[in-house]
Each structure stands twice: as structure tokens, then as C-alpha cells.
């Protein structure tokens, strides 16, 4: 059975962040008499990959990963999650599908309320593991995805340097209550502090929406026009900053750095409007979510897997672009 997608090998391997676990095992685990009974036989093994918010840009590039992984022999992998990020929809879809899940793959739009949740699939005997955006707080078996508090190091850090040390930084973020977002920022205020002569202005929730999301920058940049970077913390709010700033006629003044590598933003790296977009591998994390699940069902001990931290300026974008 594949490990990796090879496309995603280098990115796996740039700035690893959080540690391994202990490995997992299947010994360990008390399974389902169903899914045993499945595992025993040989029988095609049905996992759910469920993603915090099926609308965003960000969700076809895990389900590409997904899609990989459904060939794989021996498994049928299916996409599903809320549309918008509603934790009781996502709660709701994966207690209508469990009688039919022989593991789960999850991504929580709320650690808090997925957690509980989380606890009664392991309880019932399917094995779950975190992807994306982990949940320390559930009894999740491992996690697949970018360290998201060295992740925001590096943005901050990067932040840092394209500004030249100093000037003022508004954060931009689509959901700042979520824990995803509340550590990407943690570490990119960790990664400032390194210089003394930049100040934090604000952080700004911007919702999901691309004209509100537009529309929160405009409104917080001229409130605040002495700002000379903008930080986003994923990848929507990323190219809404570099539109900011091409309509504005501010390129290069204020400097951007932001997440993911959604086709925009890879244009306007290019063109000079983002400074730097930080990538977390989606397809690799679509793909290693179902590919754990497999590998522990087969008997096989699972771990961590840190999908690294890819960083593209101008000097290198030109070797992710279509």
C-alpha cells in the first residue's frame, strides 16, 4: 500500500514542527466485531473524510487527496463535512453515517464540540484519527497535518523580515475563536516578537463569506492606514489582502504574507502584490488520512504525520504554477 503521495515527498520534509507520538497499534484497540469480522475477510474497508467546511476554497485540494486514496486497493474513501463551518451539521452527518463507517478521518470545525463526539465513534469501535486541525482534547489515535503553532512562527517570522523589521501588522483570519486559528496566531505573535519595532495593531475575523471577507479588510485598513503588513492565517483571507492591494495601488507598500497555494494567491505572489504564501500540503493530508486509517486496519503501528511547512516567495512560486 502507497505511503505518499510523491508529489508531496519535499513538502513533508520542510521545517518539521510538532513530535511523534507513541505510536499507535492495532493490538491495542478494541475494533468493532463488524469491522473485524470485515478486516478478517479481506473486505473493502468504507472510511469518511470529514472536512470542517466543504465551501471553502481550501476543501478540493483535500478532496484531491481523498480521491487518490479511494483508488488504493482494498478501500473506499468518501469526502463529506458541513457546508460552512457548523459543528452541529458535521456532529449530525457523522452519527448518520457510523452503522456504515469502518473509520473516521476527521477535521473539527470545533474541538470542543467534536471531541465528545470523537470519543463515541472510538467507543463504538472505529478507529478515528485527526487531520488538518488536530483534537488533543478527544482520544483521536494520531494526526496528520502541519504543526499549526510552528506554521504561524514561520508566517510571523517571514512577516518580520519582508517589513524589514518594523511597522505596524493588522492579522487577518476568517474564524478567530477556532482553535486552528487561535494557534496559527499564537505562534505568528511568538514569530513577531523577534522584532521589537513592529507592533501588532489588530486581528481582524473577516467570516467566510468573500465579500464580507473583502470588505472587513477594506474597513480595518482604513481605520488603520498606518499599516504596513497584512498576515493571514489561511488561504482565503490571503488573496482577499492581495486584492486589497492591487485596487489600492498598494503593492509593496504594504507587504503580505499569508497561507496555502489557491490559484490567486500563487498569481499574485508572482506578480509582486503577496510577499510570501506559506503551503501545508492539502492533497498529501486528504491522502494520508484515509492511507493511516488503511495502514492501521492492515495491523500496521501509525504515528504523527507532520505535512511540513512549504514556503513560496517570488523566487520559487514559479514551480507550483499551472
Known sequence: MKKLLAGTAMALLLMPGFAAAEPKSLADFKLADRIAAKVAAGEELNFFVSYQDVSNEFAPQIRVGVEKADAMDGVKATFIGPVGSD????????????????????????????????????????????????????GRLVFAGQDLVQSGVEA????????????????????????????????ARDGLAAFPDIEIVQTVNTGSDPQEMYASIENAMLANPEVTGLLSLECCTTPAAGSWVDRNQKAGAVKIVGFDLLDQTVEMVAAGSIQATIDQ?????????????????????????DTGVGIFTKDNIASVMK
Open 87 to 138: 459543528a452541529d451539521a458535521q456532529i449530525n452527518e457523522i452519527e448518520a453515517l457510523m452503522d456504515m463507517m469502518d473509520g473516521l478521518a476527521i477535521s473539527s470545525v470545533s474541538t470542543d464540540a467534536l471531541a465528545p463526539l470523537i470519543d463515541r465513534v472510538l467507543a463504538a469501535g472505529i478507529p478515528v484519527i485527526a487531520y488538518n486541525t488536530d483534537n488533543p482534547d478527544s
Open 156 to 187: 510571523g517570522k517571514l512577516m518580520g523580515s519582508v517589513m524589514e523589521g518594523k511597522g505596524k501588522v493588522m492579522i487577518l483570519t476568517l474564524d478567530a475563536a477556532a482553535q486552528w486559528s487561535l494557534d496559527r496566531e499564537k505562534g
Open 281 to 305: 500540503a492539502p492533497e498529501a493530508q486528504g491522502f494520508a488520512a484515509v492511507d493511516l486509517l488503511a495502514r492501521f486496519l492492515k495491523g500496521e503501528p501509525i504515528d504523527n504525520l
